[in-house]
């Protein structure tokens, strides 16, 4: 069954304190690996796509990379408007046209 | 500004009752899809539209239909509403590439905060 898992559920930095969120999959055939943010009810907002492993994505301070078996999103010097839940998504070869499987998210919380 | 848009955005309605919700998108996407957000489960998928008449079912359809007549709507219908439907809704597109049968990432609206009572 595919599956994709995301570490750690929620994560709390200091301002300018580095660090990284995990997304593993186990999926038949990826077709793309997708990262996501989300704000308190509203909708995810798209990131970063990743194709294939060794490929990485960078905008302002986050950092995607893709492995075989994982994804990190790497957040470089984080500020407080950088707080939201962030999401990892999958699209395999094998299901249904296109759908999503999400992982649970992380919730980043950033204190100055 | 490219964007999809659901209607209503809250609701506050009672069991047994008919709701549509309205998804519109603007980027002329052929992919469209429905999913529901709840704590602990994420997002599930309830629905999803290959193109105008072409629908099928994800992993959570029980108790909803859709309809796709055109290529920027995709309603979502409740049509008797239960408690288990209490949710957070979101409606998304995606463009789709058709020679190399995949979608490109996919656009999400604001979201419907639904409440059964």
């Known amino acids: 069954e595919d599956q994709v898992t995301q570490s750690p559920e929620a994560l709390r930095l200091q301002e300018g304190e580095s660090s990284s969120l995990n997304c593993s999959y186990t999926?038949?055939?990826?077709?793309?690996l997708f990262w996501y943010r989300q704000d308190p009810g509203k909708g995810p907002e798209f990131l970063f796509t990743l194709y294939s492993a060794g490929e990485e994505k960078e905008k302002e301070r986050l950092k995607a990379t893709l492995t075989k078996k994982e994804s990190f999103l790497h957040i470089t010097a984080p500020k407080p408007e950088d707080s939201a839940t962030y999401l990892c998504a999958v699209r395999t070869v094998y299901n249904q046209g296109g759908k999503l499987i999400f992982g649970q998210g992380t919730e980043l919380s950033v204190k100055p | 500004e490219a964007q999809v848009t659901q209607n209503p955005r809250y609701l506050i309605t009672v069991t047994g009752k008919k709701l549509t919700v309205t998804c519109s998108q603007n980027?002329?996407?052929?992919?469209m899809s429905w999913y529901r957000q709840d704590p602990g489960l994420g997002l599930r998928q309830i629905y999803y539209?290959?193109?105008?008449?072409?629908?099928d079912k994800g992993d959570v359809p029980e108790g909803y239909k859709v309809s796709r007549k055109e290529k920027r709507n995709f309603p979502l219908i409740l049509e008797s509403l239960s408690p288990n439907q209490t949710s957070l809704y979101f409606c998304a597109s995606s463009l789709r590439r058709q020679r190399f049968n995949m979608n490109t990432e996919a656009f999400f609206g604001q979201g419907t905060r639904l409440t059964v009572v």
């Open positions: 999926v038949s055939g990826l077709r793309g």
């Open positions: 539209s290959m193109n105008v008449e072409v629908t």
């Open positions: 980027m002329n996407h052929e992919y």
